[in-house]
């Protein structure tokens, strides 16, 4: 044993933190996309679209877990797709649960960044705009820089989100040591189990110090970013 963990533990830890870490970078692009589309965007279905993108938020995770089944699984009109054309099954894979991690959050990385886009003085933009700059120019020296305290704040919310994620996670990619036993769920075992108390404790504070460690490092960054900004006149 190191430091009171097993070597089990150990890999329930890197599980963790390697859902965690692919579930944030595969909905950082989208959910950027999404923040800038409902913050900027004027469309109809938008009232529509924002509803969807937070349902995760209010909807029991189960439930989620359940629609993931039902659309990622061999039968499913995408898991089908997946298994028949690329020998892809998401169902019961460390992939599988990092879907599910992703999707559940999704909605706190763009509302943190969608905040940050609102927030952005859109006078700057016209500015440069009047003075020749495109609008590609004006979005990758402007609008993305004074953006990027959102962006990184949703990272970190996202990736925090994730590795504490439990009901869609056992719902669809079930219970499997070394492939889907993430933090959360080894706690939920261990609970379970006739003397798993200290295994409760030492992965539940683990947890916690995960959780508050990508917060304070989300502000952190935040906050960085910002004074940068400042100093440089952006």
Same mark, same amino acid.
């Given at each position: 044993?190191?430091?009171?963990?097993?070597?089990?533990?150990?890999?329930?830890?890197?599980?963790?933190?390697?859902?965690?870490?692919?579930?944030?970078?595969?909905?950082?692009?989208?959910?950027?996309?999404?923040?800038?589309?409902?913050?900027?965007?004027?469309?109809?279905?938008?009232?529509?679209?924002?509803?969807?993108?937070?349902?995760?938020?209010?909807?029991?995770?189960?439930?989620?877990?359940?629609?993931?089944?039902?659309?990622?699984?061999?039968?499913?009109?995408?898991?089908?797709?997946?298994?028949?054309?690329?020998?892809?099954?998401?169902?019961?894979?460390?992939?599988?649960?990092?879907?599910?991690?992703?999707?559940?959050?999704?909605?706190?990385?763009?509302?943190?960044?969608?905040?940050?886009? =609102?927030?952005?003085?859109?006078?700057?933009?016209?500015?440069?705009?009047?003075?020749?700059?495109?609008?590609?120019?004006?979005? /990758?020296?402007?609008?993305?820089?004074?953006?990027?305290?959102?962006?990184?704040?949703?990272?970190?919310?996202?990736?925090?989100?994730?590795?504490?994620?439990?009901?869609? =996670?056992?719902?669809?990619?079930?219970?499997?040591?070394?492939?889907?036993?993430?933090?959360?769920?080894?706690? /939920?075992?261990?609970?379970?189990?006739?003397?798993?108390?200290?295994?409760?404790?030492?992965?539940?504070?683990?947890?916690?110090?995960?959780?508050?460690?990508?917060?304070?490092?989300?502000?952190?960054?935040?906050?960085?970013?910002?004074?940068?900004?400042?100093?440089?006149?952006?």
């Amino acid at each position: 044993m190191t430091w009171g963990f097993s070597a089990d533990e150990w890999v329930i830890v890197g599980l963790s933190l390697k859902i965690g870490l692919v579930a944030m970078l595969a909905m950082l692009a989208p959910a950027f996309a999404l923040a800038w589309l409902l913050a900027r965007g004027r469309f109809p279905g938008k009232l529509l679209l924002d509803t969807l993108v937070h349902l995760p938020l209010v909807v029991p995770p189960v439930v989620t877990g359940w629609l993931l089944l039902l659309l990622f699984g061999t039968r499913g009109p995408i898991g089908g797709w997946l298994a028949n054309w690329f020998d892809i099954t998401l169902l019961f894979r460390w992939t599988g649960a990092a879907l599910a991690a992703a999707i559940m959050a999704l909605p706190l990385m763009v509302r943190a960044m969608r905040l940050s886009i =609102t927030a952005i003085d859109r006078r700057l933009e016209q500015a440069a705009e009047t003075l020749g700059a495109s609008r590609l120019r004006i979005f /990758y020296t402007i609008s993305l820089p004074l953006a990027l305290p959102g962006i990184f704040a949703g990272a970190m919310l996202g990736f925090a989100r994730s590795i504490g994620e439990f009901g869609a =996670t056992i719902t669809f990619a079930s219970d499997i040591p070394g492939e889907t036993r993430t933090l959360p769920i080894a706690i /939920y075992s261990a609970l379970n189990s006739a003397n798993g108390e200290a295994t409760v404790m030492r992965l539940a504070l683990l947890s916690i110090a995960l959780s508050f460690a990508a917060l304070i490092l989300s502000e952190y960054l935040a906050r960085r970013i910002l004074v940068s900004d400042h100093d440089h006149g952006v």
